[in-house]
């Protein structure tokens, strides 16, 4: 790791042991970290986006180099970014800036694709700091949002990388374990030895899993490993094509105004091929590669869903956090015309979410789980800005109880 937070001290705190006290050591402030080493944007796409993170963050002087997030960009500046880059004529959406935060990127991504932004590598959402790294999980849908703002509010010493799905335009992997593999090798790319600290929010505490079962069976050390709010998986009921009309129903707002039941109950008995050519006979001015595109994507969703629910879990001799939403759980807001098709799912979920270990302990594993109670419910956990603040310090607390072992 290479440090990009310097804090000059006048001497280092030590233990009574005489060793240096990580835990006594300040965190660095704003003027000491986040900044790389800098170098002009080079070339128009570069410029350009230069030119609107500087009046969107308030910097003078933007290197090429910079991080969007690590300049204190979060997910409303990432929509305004989103906007203000479709008033220069660049099309991107909001996953390219979560997928390259970083400024040369971001432009060379944008300069040689189309929207479809996918990273082959981990994903840094904050590379200062002098503890073990953390890397997070994309939650069940593949969004990894959620880290970067969730990362706010984990302790500053601590680095955060996100390991990104693969793109869902390749083959996809055939089992858990063959993907926590892939997630593995892209980690230690990062960090080439332990001890490894992995967390992943709802289903992505799956993989999270899987990927410390296969580090330990290799020798490996694993210090921290957090389930947010990960509740044991079920048969996916689900088609492909309710995963993609629930796809639309949140990427096309005009769809939210179609409360025709009797259309969206057809529509859902339509295979999934045949459910893309009713989208776009009854909205002809969607464009295809957008339809094509959350078609592609729901596919993945729904591959996830269901290498999940074949999953096989082992005991694993490590204390493992389950990071549990107090409230019940409540049906998302935008799916109201498919309430129906979803209510087995949703049922299965808030009868769980009663259960001590969110379901856990019916698989009678021998691994030791110690269950911390989390503001809010499983959304408002992380986008209610208490709750996850709450949750930053959790997470942090139990990161280096991990360490100190």
Same mark, same amino acid.
């Given at each position: 790791?290479?440090?990009?937070?310097?804090?000059?001290?006048?001497?280092?705190?030590?233990?009574?042991?005489?060793?240096?006290?990580?835990?006594?050591?300040?965190?660095?402030?704003?003027?000491?970290?986040?900044? +790389?080493?800098?170098?002009?944007?080079?070339?128009?796409?570069?410029?350009?986006?230069?030119?609107?993170?500087?009046?969107?963050?308030?910097?003078?002087?933007?290197?090429?180099?910079?991080?969007?997030?690590?300049?204190?960009?979060?997910?409303?500046?990432?929509?305004?970014?989103?906007?203000?880059?479709?008033?220069?004529?660049?099309?991107?959406?909001?996953?390219?800036?979560?997928?390259?935060?970083?400024?040369?990127?971001?432009?060379?991504?944008?300069?040689?694709?189309?929207?479809?932004?996918?990273?082959?590598?981990?994903?840094?959402?904050?590379?200062?700091?002098?503890?073990?790294?953390?890397?997070?999980?994309?939650?069940?849908?593949?969004?990894?949002?959620?880290?970067?703002?969730?990362?706010?509010?984990?302790?500053?010493?601590?680095?955060?990388?996100?390991?990104?799905?693969?793109?869902?335009?390749?083959?996809?992997?055939?089992?858990?374990?063959?993907?926590?593999?892939?997630?593995?090798?892209?980690?230690?790319?990062?960090?080439?030895?332990?001890?490894?600290?992995?967390?992943?929010?709802?289903?992505?505490?799956?993989?999270?899993?899987?990927?410390?079962?296969?580090?330990?069976?290799?020798?490996?050390?694993?210090?921290?490993?957090?389930?947010?709010?990960?509740?044991?998986?079920?048969?996916?009921?689900?088609?492909?094509?309710?995963?993609?009309?629930?796809?639309?129903?949140?990427?096309?707002?005009?769809?939210?105004?179609?409360?025709?039941?009797?259309?969206?109950?057809?529509?859902?008995?339509?295979?999934?091929?045949?459910?893309?050519?009713?989208?776009?006979?009854?909205?002809?001015?969607?464009?295809?590669?957008?339809?094509?595109?959350?078609?592609?994507?729901?596919?993945?969703?729904?591959?996830?869903?269901?290498?999940?629910?074949?999953?096989?879990?082992?005991?694993?001799?490590?204390?493992?956090?389950?990071?549990?939403?107090?409230?019940?759980?409540?049906?998302?807001?935008?799916?109201?015309?498919?309430?129906?098709?979803?209510?087995?799912?949703?049922?299965?979920?808030?009868?769980?979410?009663?259960?001590?270990?969110?379901?856990?302990?019916?698989?009678?594993?021998?691994?030791?789980?110690?269950?911390?109670?989390?503001?809010?419910?499983?959304?408002?956990?992380?986008?209610?800005?208490?709750?996850?603040?709450?949750?930053?310090? +959790?997470?942090?607390?139990?990161?280096? +109880?991990?360490?100190?072992?």
């Amino acid at each position: 790791m290479v440090p990009v937070a310097y804090v000059c001290l006048p001497s280092l705190p030590l233990t009574s042991n005489g060793k240096l006290d990580r835990r006594a050591l300040p965190a660095p402030d704003d003027e000491a970290f986040a900044r +790389q080493q800098y170098e002009a944007p080079q070339g128009e796409m570069e410029e350009k986006l230069a030119e609107i993170w500087r009046e969107l963050l308030g910097i003078d002087r933007i290197s090429r180099y910079d991080n969007f997030f690590e300049l204190g960009g979060h997910s409303l500046l990432v929509m305004q970014f989103v906007n203000k880059a479709k008033l220069c004529n660049i099309n991107i959406e909001a996953r390219g800036v979560f997928s390259f935060p970083v400024l040369k990127d971001l432009a060379k991504q944008i300069s040689h694709h189309s929207n479809r932004m996918y990273c082959d590598v981990a994903i840094p959402v904050r590379q200062y700091g002098n503890e073990t790294p953390l890397f997070l999980l994309p939650e069940g849908e593949g969004g990894i949002s959620y880290a970067f703002e969730l990362a706010h509010d984990i302790d500053k010493n601590i680095p955060v990388y996100v390991l990104p799905w693969s793109s869902p335009e390749i083959k996809q992997p055939s089992s858990i374990e063959e993907m926590a593999n892939a997630m593995i090798s892209l980690m230690k790319k990062i960090q080439t030895n332990g001890p490894y600290a992995i967390a992943g929010y709802s289903p992505g505490g799956i993989l999270a899993y899987e990927m410390a079962k296969q580090l330990i069976n290799s020798g490996c050390s694993v210090s921290f490993l957090g389930l947010i709010d990960t509740y044991l998986p079920i048969e996916n009921i689900l088609t492909e094509t309710t995963v993609f009309l629930t796809s639309v129903l949140h990427k096309f707002p005009v769809f939210q105004t179609l409360n025709d039941s009797k259309w969206w109950e057809r529509a859902n008995r339509f295979t999934l091929n045949e459910a893309i050519e009713e989208i776009r006979k009854t909205y002809v001015d969607l464009k295809n590669t957008d339809i094509e595109w959350e078609a592609l994507l729901s596919k993945q969703r729904h591959h996830y869903r269901n290498i999940c629910a074949a999953f096989k879990f082992a005991s694993l001799p490590m204390k493992v956090h389950l990071f549990k939403a107090v409230d019940r759980l409540s049906l998302p807001d935008c799916i109201d015309h498919l309430n129906n098709l979803y209510k087995n799912e949703m049922d299965y979920f808030k009868k769980f979410s009663s259960f001590p270990m969110l379901g856990w302990e019916n698989y009678n594993l021998s691994t030791d789980f110690h269950v911390i109670s989390a503001d809010g419910d499983h959304g408002t956990m992380m986008t209610d800005p208490k709750n996850r603040a709450l949750l930053g310090k +959790q997470i942090t607390k139990s990161h280096r +109880q991990g360490q100190n072992q």
